[in-house]
C-alpha cells in the first residue's frame, strides 16, 4: 500500500492526548459493505449499503474500489457521464486514474493523490485507468466518496482540485503507532489541503499491531471509520473490525480505533479512512448521478443533462473509455 508514507514517525506532530473529560465516541452500528461493480465494470464494495442517511449526513455514496490485481487489458473506469448538486473525492491508494470534466478539470492520480471535483451545477466528466495500466494490468485500489452540497450551493460553478500525496498533512498517533494522513478538514488543529464547500474532516490512517489512535473529533460533526484492510476494534466497548466494515460512531469528542496484535500477512497493518462532517439536516433527492433537494430539481437536472446543458465532449478527449482501449487490440472487441 504506497500511499504517502514516512521514514522516521517520531518526527511528525503527535495528536494530543484527550482530556480527562473528554467523551470517547459509542460505536452505534457495525455493517459489512456488499461488493458489485460499477462503470464499465470494476469491483467495487459499497461502503455505505443498508446505513440509514441521517448518521451518513453530509455524505452520500462512497465506494472502495478493488483492491484487484489487473491481469493486462482487465482494467476498467467509467465511460463520460453528468453530475450535479455534490461533489466527488476520489482517493487513489494503489494504481492509477485519469480524469477529464467538460469544466476544464482533469489529470492523473496515483498512489495517495487525490482528485476533488465540486459538480455543483452540473458537467460531464470521465475516470478510467490509464492506456499503460489498460495494457500492462497491475495494483488497483482507491475509494470514491460522494459529499452532499447543501441546496444553496448546489447550482454553484464547478471546481477541480488536484491533490498530491506530498500535499497532505501528516500526524502520529500519541504512541507513534499510527501515521495518519490528513487530506481534507481540520484534525487537532492541523489541515489538510482539501478545500471543502460542506465542512468535513478525511483521514487515511495505518495503524501499526497492537497500536491505538485517539483522534479528537470535532463534536459536531457525524464519525464514520471504514476498514480498508487489517482487522481491530473500535470504541471503548472494543467492537471488533475487518476489512469492508464500516464504524457508525455516537456523540462524543474523540474516536477511538486500535489494531489487533496479529495482522494477515497480505495485510500486515490496519488500514482505515475515518471521515465525517457537519451534518446538513436538509431533504436529499438522489437519483443516479444528481443529488438534489427535491424531486422536481431532479426532473430539471435530467432535462438539463438531456438538452445538452450539462457541457459538451471535448472534440479531442485525454481520457479514452477503457472499452475502447481493450477493443483497439487485435483479437479483442465490445459487444
Known sequence: MPAITVD??????????????????????????????????????????????????????????GEVEYAPLEPRGTSWHPHRGFETVTYIIDGSFDHEDTHGGGGTITDGDTQWMTAGSGLLHIEAPPEQLVMSGGLFHGIQLWVNLPGAMKMSDPRYQDIRSGEVGLLSSQDGGALLRVIAGDVDGHSGPGITHTPISLVHATVAPGARVQLPWQRDFNALVYVLSGRGVVGEERRPVREGQLAVFGAGDVIEVAADDRQDSRTPQLEVLVLGGRPIREPVAAYGPFVMNTKDELVTAFEDFQAGRLGVLPKTPRVRPALEVVADQPGHHVL
Open 8 to 65: 522516521d514517525i517520531f518526527t511528525l506532530p503527535r495528536v494530543t492526548q484527550p482530556a480527562p473529560d473528554a467523551v470517547v465516541r459509542p460505536v452505534h452500528t457495525v455493517s459489512t459493505a456488499p461488493k458489485g461493480f460499477e462503470g464499465e465494470g470494476f469491483p467495487v464494495r459499497r461502503a455505505f449499503a443498508g446505513v440509514p442517511m441521517e448518521r451518513l449526513d453530509p455524505f452520500i455514496h462512497m465506494d472502495q474500489m
